[in-house]
């Protein structure tokens, strides 16, 4: 356990103050750089600020929820879903600073909170750690489809890096579906849709 406390708090460096790295090609790769106003351009990088403080949570929280993880199989999925989203972290970083920005000041502190939240879903045990999942990975497809719909149209770049990010997480939710995972109850779903609304507040600028 405690090999296992130094390993996640020296992940949690790293996702907060080293660089990320994507195994994959990023999904913009090929996509040239459009025209933006500055206006657009703003708007751009609040929504993909805002998506990458979204990855950041997404890390502490499958971190959380892998450590306290009873089931080999469902450990494994958060882990992989984990791994994955380190590649969304990549890529939402390296675009946030194409358009002339940095990521969010609030990250450490959704980090953490994020992290104390997976804890709390893993003790609670695997069906409802894996529905938790599945919840969330429901709701962030749900947000990244209206950032599809409120980027600047000629910016292909982001918008090819919020499409293969919303496939991404929609996969993790089959997954967990597949393993198990217990619906969670309403009132639940509503508190993580405000925590994520809030989340969204308060990166998009800053």
């Known amino acids: 356990m405690l090999d296992n406390l130094i390993s996640e ?28 106003s500055a206006a657009d351009k703003r708007h751009a990088l609040g929504l993909m600020r805002v ?6 949570c997404a890390q502490a929280l499958y971190q959380g ?6 089931d080999p199989a469902a450990r494994e ?26 990521p969010s000041l ?18 609670l045990g695997d069906k409802w750690n894996l529905g938790f999942l599945q919840e969330t990975e429901h ?3 749900a947000h990244l489809d209206s950032h599809l719909s409120e980027l600047p149209a000629q910016d292909d770049k982001s ?16 997954m967990a579906q597949q393993l198990g995972a217990a619906s969670l109850p309403l009132p639940v779903k509503g508190m993580m849709k405000l925590s994520a609304k809030l989340m969204t507040v308060s990166s998009y600028r800053l």
């Open 65 to 70: 929820q892998a450590l306290t993880a009873r």
């Open 106 to 123: 609030f990250n450490p502190l959704w980090y953490t909170g994020s992290l104390a939240i997976g804890v709390t879903a893993g003790l």
């Open 9 to 36: 708090f020296d992940r949690g460096l790293r996702t907060l103050f080293a660089p990320a790295s994507s195994a994959r090609p990023h999904p913009d790769r090929d996509v040239a750089e459009a025209e933006l």
């Open 139 to 141: 709701q962030v497809g």
């Open 77 to 102: 999925a958060l882990r992989h879903a984990a791994f994955e989203e380190v590649e969304h972290l990549a890529w939402t970083e390296r675009r946030i600073r194409e358009l002339g920005g940095r």
């Open 159 to 174: 918008r090819a890096i919020v499409s293969q990010m919303r496939d991404d997480e929609l996969k993790h939710a089959d």
């Open 51 to 56: 998506n990458h403080c979204g990855e950041v």
